[in-house]
């Protein structure tokens, strides 16, 4: 157990990994809380707000140079009042004053400093801040001279001017305009849009750093379905290649066992190079892409993929209630145990590592698909981190290779395989980096979503079993039974923070997907009712659209709307589609109205920027097409029902709802049909309902006669 000189802060009391990380700074540390405004008020002094997590490789940067700094610990206690926050327990806060610095500085990231009026008024901020000038950067203890003495000269001129910036925030908060209606174009702007940033060469959005952006895909995925575009799909197909193939995916996973799964963005344009902390969020969604690749392609290289993200969340992530936890770091203790600690140390291999741990032949052609090189194989290293390391990164083909070396797929496979299982096992070996082990509700959701999903493809019990447990943990620890509201944070046993939007987005997107995997009425009625009470505390009835907290909530200056699809999808992106789709289960027209009117609400931002809200374009398609529903007949021979169910959930379906009720199709009391001669579903599309299909064949006629397609689908 890690010893400390120091006495503990307020943050020994709180729950989050990353606030008990800095618990024994000497910083005088406040959670977010009332008590700290007030001292603020009381001694007039300003808020200096930290907000950070706990797989940050920047966060514990400054924390070692400036909060364990007896000096600048002191001036920070002496000069303000210090509050520390985890933005995954605290989107809100974190969305709210990161507004605030990349409107002022041009840019974001983590930590996140901000200086505060005690009214909560944001007048400086920016990111990480070295302790002393450097890096062409203001020093962090300089800083803090700066605006302890401006403060105290005149504190008052700091405030009025913190209050105008609030109002500045207010006014870029609000939504655009409405604009005109939106039509098909804005589709085709979004599409063209993203070909223009691809990279053909190595995939993906942009140069370096590199992010998967799986809304993105999504959306590209989405628009070849409607428009029967191929180059779209084709982009999003090479670059879920090139990511699985790169160094941000972690090609040691090993089935029942663990490892795999994704690292949060390639600090290079290849891939090749990871910031190596692994998200939830990014394996969740990443692993419905990947899923959804399959059943548009049938090419078993992404039904892999997929499953070995889900085995690294099973096996890596999983909380024993059956909840999943939220991330592991990049950063971890180096394998020769000298007590410091390294990004990438649990993951990297030096050639002599390699040498020492595998037999020639399977080092000669592991090292071959791998990359491997004696001198290490990390060409863009600035800090020097990396050198004569190699990561992990598929270059060539295994057939090209057995066939070079002359043996069959399958001997090339069973040297792979054993080279992985060794590498795997002294990897185990090494200190592994700290894990955040809260659950959060809304990661959780789209976990959930990626179980739900591969059981529909799959009809494997373990994808089930675990969508189904991680729904009842988190119905059972952080769901009121009586009005649906959720709390946020789930750790050791202890449940807080009250629910923000995106968890009841992400969660009722996850029970409807279970749903309609399982067609177990349970999950339906859950996410209704989860909907629900999200309409209720989140839902601007006036203007559309859902703020990120609860009404009446006190806890900033102003409720913000979301109104970007980045590294998560937007609460409200994720409403739009929930939201059209329960409607279409459910045959309640509110639910189809609110969507509606989210869309209006962002339909200024929309025409303005469609490439910013790829996952709310994924809603306005379902706008413009409608949706389809497939209604089973419960009564009807079970068979057939449950082909059905196996062949549409394999299938990419974007537009198609699946239900079921009881129906006595032509029977009468007198005379009732068996079973086998009852039809099997029914399809409706538009404004028509067709006749009933007796069996798999006859409704895949119908689908394929109602598919959707745009009038005019040339390029735009």
């Not at 692994?278 to 049938?298: G, P, V």
């Amino acid at each position: 157990m890690k010893q400390h000189d120091t006495e503990p802060n307020l943050l020994v009391h709180e729950h989050s990994p990353y606030l008990l990380q800095h618990a024994y700074n000497p910083v005088r540390w406040f959670p977010w809380c009332d008590a700290a405004f007030e001292k603020a008020r009381r001694e007039n002094k300003p808020v200096f707000l930290s907000v950070g997590y706990s797989s940050c490789h920047w966060c514990h940067v400054m924390e070692k140079e400036s909060f364990e700094n007896d000096l600048i610990a002191r001036l920070l206690n002496t000069e303000f009042v210090a509050v520390k926050v985890d933005r995954e327990e605290h989107p809100d806060i974190d969305r709210f004053y990161m507004t605030y610095v990349q409107a002022t500085s041009g840019r974001g990231g983590w930590p996140m400093s901000v200086w505060l009026t005690p009214e909560k008024e944001p007048f400086f901020g920016g990111s990480y801040f070295p302790p002393e000038d450097r890096y062409g950067m203001a020093g962090f203890r300089r800083i803090l001279l700066s605006i302890a003495e401006t403060w105290k000269a005149d504190g008052a001129k700091m405030a009025d001017t913190a209050s105008a910036i609030t109002e500045n925030l207010r006014s870029l908060a609000e939504e655009k305009p409405a604009g005109e209606n939106l039509d098909e174009t804005v589709l085709y702007r979004a599409a063209n849009a993203f070909a223009e940033q691809y990279d053909p060469v190595f995939g993906g959005f942009g140069g370096a750093p590199k992010f998967p952006r799986p809304a993105v895909l999504d959306f590209l995925l989405a628009f070849s379905y409607y428009t029967g575009q191929e180059k779209p799909r084709d982009m999003a197909f090479a670059t879920l290649r090139k990511m699985a193939d790169g160094g941000i995916h972690d090609h040691l996973g090993i089935a029942g066992k663990g490892g795999g799964g994704f690292a949060r963005y390639s600090t290079d344009d290849r891939w090749h190079v990871p910031h190596f902390e692994k998200m939830l969020y990014d394996n969740a969604q990443l692993a419905l892409t990947y899923a959804e690749a399959f059943m548009i392609s049938h090419d078993p290289f992404f039904l892999d993929v997929t499953e070995d993200i889900l085995n690294y969340v099973l096996c890596d992530m999983t909380d024993e209630g059956g909840g999943f936890h939220s991330a592991e770091d990049a950063d971890s203790a180096t394998p020769a145990g000298d007590g410091g600690a390294r990004e990438g140390a649990f993951y990297l291999w030096s050639f002599d590592e390699l040498r020492t741990l595998l037999d020639p032949e399977e080092l000669e052609l592991f090292g071959r698909l791998y990359g491997v090189k004696p001198e290490g194989n990390v060409l863009e290293d600035p800090h020097g981190a990396f050198e004569g390391l190699n990561v992990l990164a598929r270059h060539g083909s295994q057939d090209e290779e057995a066939l070079r070396r002359d043996m069959s797929d399958r001997e090339a496979e069973t040297l792979l395989h054993s080279a992985r299982e060794k590498l795997f096992r002294a990897r185990n070996r090494r200190p592994r980096p700290e894990k955040d082990d809260k659950v959060l509700v809304s990661w959780n959701g789209l976990m959930i979503s990626a179980f739900s999903k591969m059981f529909g493809i799959t009809r494997k019990p373990e994808w089930l079993d675990a969508a189904e447990k991680a729904a009842n943990f988190i119905v059972e620890n952080l769901c009121n039974e009586q009005n649906g509201r959720l709390l946020r944070r789930y750790r050791k046993g202890e449940a807080g923070i009250e629910g923000k939007a995106d968890d009841y987005a992400f969660f009722s997107r996850g029970l409807l997907d279970l749903f309609e995997a399982t067609l177990d009425r349970r999950h339906l009625d859950r996410a209704v009712q989860i909907m629900e009470t999200s309409i209720e505390l989140f839902f601007d009835r006036e203007e559309g659209g859902f703020f990120d907290t609860a009404c009446g909530e006190t806890t900033l200056p102003f409720r913000m709307k979301e109104i970007y699809d980045g590294a998560e999808p937007s609460s409200n992106s994720v409403n739009v589609s929930t939201l059209y789709r329960l409607a279409s289960i459910t045959g309640r027209n509110d639910f189809g109205e609110a969507a509606k009117k989210t869309l209006a609400c962002f339909s200024g931002s929309i025409g303005a920027h469609p490439e910013q809200l790829p996952f709310m374009l994924k809603g306005l398609m379902t706008a413009f097409f409608g949706m389809r529903e497939v209604t089973l007949n419960e009564c009807a021979d079970r068979n057939r029902i449950q082909r059905i169910t196996e062949e549409i959930g394999r299938r990419y379906l974007p537009d198609t709802t699946v239900a079921s009720r009881q129906e006595d199709g032509n029977r009468t009391a007198s005379a009732p049909l068996p079973e086998q001669n009852l039809p099997a579903a029914t399809l409706c599309a538009g404004m028509q309902c067709y006749p009933p299909a007796q069996d798999w064949e006859s409704l895949e006629r119908l689908l394929e006669t109602t598919a959707p397609s745009l009038t005019n689908s040339g390029e735009r």
